[in-house]
């Protein structure tokens, strides 16, 4: 298979597979999956031979994403993604936890929007410095 992509449609296209990569495998330890940390590689090898030798770096015999490469900004957007993963999934197991426990149908989507986007409007607000458990 051959297509073609501009030099700035490639760099794009690391950031794209170093984010799918980072997904799939940083939370793995010894089970990680394998096939997509190969194909990361090829497409960083194809980067040095292509201009962009000082995003990758060799290690035992290996290409990989380079410091500078991993340093540069790719980290941050990641963790605003996660961050943003994080308060919707809360959001919305906090807004079915409390319709679950005032006894209302958790299914009245037009009423669980609401919960959520009170839940939304507090974490932008305050983030988590109002959250507290209750160990009873």
Do not use: C
């Not at 980067?47 to 290409?63: K, V």
């Not at 009170?118 to 983030?127: K, L």
């Amino acid at each position: 298979m051959e297509f073609e992509l501009t030099k700035k449609e490639f760099r794009h296209l690391l950031d794209l597979v170093y984010i799918g990569n980072w997904i799939l495998n940083s939370i793995r330890a010894n089970d990680r999956f394998e096939e997509y940390d190969l194909l990361q590689e090829k497409f960083f090898a194809l980067a040095a031979e292509n201009g962009f030798r000082a995003l990758t770096q060799r290690y035992l015999g290996h290409i990989f994403p380079s410091t500078a490469y991993e340093e540069g900004g790719i980290h941050d957007a990641i963790a605003e993604y996660e961050d943003d993963v994080f308060f919707d999934i809360l959001a919305e197991v906090l807004a079915h936890r409390d319709m679950i426990a005032e006894h209302l149908n958790p299914d009245d989507m037009t009423e669980l929007a609401l919960r959520i986007e009170s839940y939304m409007r507090e974490f932008e607000t305050n983030g988590v410095e109002n959250i507290s458990l209750d160990n009873n």
